[in-house]
């Protein structure tokens, strides 16, 4: 497989996803605001396709050619947005990422005061595939509560609970510790819905006052430090992802997931390697 279109090309608002710059609902924002230039004209709609031979300009600045599919596990710590702009303000990831990344968009969300593992990938095609509940990968999270959970006031969590009219699928719940006043769980589901956790422990009797999500599937968070990003190699996307047409760059033996490089907030690319070139976040 590879990164070429076909020859009549393909919507734009997919194209500008697959290169990292946006998701497609979001280009198509993108193009109502009329920050999206075509050929040297205002795009007015995303009804139109394109080719890598079209010149498109985002914020008066030239799209990159595509690079390869990459991912990276990033610690996001609590009182960050997870999204690229926040109406009220607030600071978001994207503000707290090393200069050195591409342009990348968030695997799912984390709500701003819950913290742990969030994946990042410079592919919209990607992030669309990691995020539907159909690829079955299981989300684990460790969560303290305030309360005195019993095995049996958990199980209603175990079977699905509805909560303000939304049904909420079978979670697994095991109490993990009782420590004071609180409780540490460790709770796993395979959809991610808005504050899940939260509102399905408030409807048996606990609040959440800790929330840390510790693997996606087959990546985890181990120990990596809160703000602290590490990028997947080549291989383990392959293996763990059934994706063939990534190329492999490095041999890792064994079946767990074996992350690469590490990049801290603040860090710059090497002298020699200049970080590649991409649209300014926003």
């Known amino acids: 497989m590879t990164n070429q279109l076909p020859p009549e090309g393909e919507r734009i608002a997919k194209f ?18 009329g920050r999206i230039k075509l050929n040297g004209k205002l ?56 200069e050195s990344l591409p342009r990348v968009m968030t695997v799912g969300r984390l709500d701003i005061n819950s913290e742990g593992l969030l994946l990042l990938t410079n592919d919209g095609g990607l992030k669309r595939k990691l995020e539907l509940p159909s690829t079955g990968w299981t989300r684990k999270y460790r969560v303290r509560v305030k309360g005195t959970p019993s095995d049996e006031s958990l199980e209603p969590l175990r079977r699905g609970v509805t909560v303000d009219g939304e049904r909420f699928q079978p979670m697994e719940v095991a109490l993990d510790r009782q ?33 840390i999500r510790v693997s996606y599937g087959p990546f985890q968070l181990k120990t990596l430090a809160a703000g602290e990003v590490e990028e997947v190699r080549q291989k383990v996307l392959r293996d763990q992802l059934g994706l063939s047409h990534v190329k492999a760059q490095v041999s890792v033996t064994g079946e767990k997931p074996v992350p690469s490089r590490k990049f801290k907030r603040g860090q710059k690319p090497k002298p020699g390697k200049p970080a590649r070139r991409s649209i300014q976040r926003r």
């Open 43 to 98: 795009l007015d709609t995303p009804a139109v396709k394109v080719t890598e031979k079209d010149q498109i300009l985002v914020d008066d600045a030239p799209v990159a050619a595509k690079e390869p599919m990459r991912l990276w596990l990033y610690h996001k710590p609590v009182g960050l947005v997870t999204s690229a702009r926040d109406e009220k303000g607030r600071k978001t990831v994207f503000d707290d990422l090393p």
């Open 179 to 211: 420590q004071g006043a609180n409780a540490w769980l460790t709770v796993g589901l395979r959809e991610g819905k808005n504050r899940e956790i939260r509102r399905a422990m408030e409807s048996v009797g606990l609040s959440v006052n800790r929330l």
């Open 16 to 33: 500008l996803s697959r290169a990292g710059v946006a998701s497609r609902r979001e280009v198509e924002r993108m193009i109502e605001a």
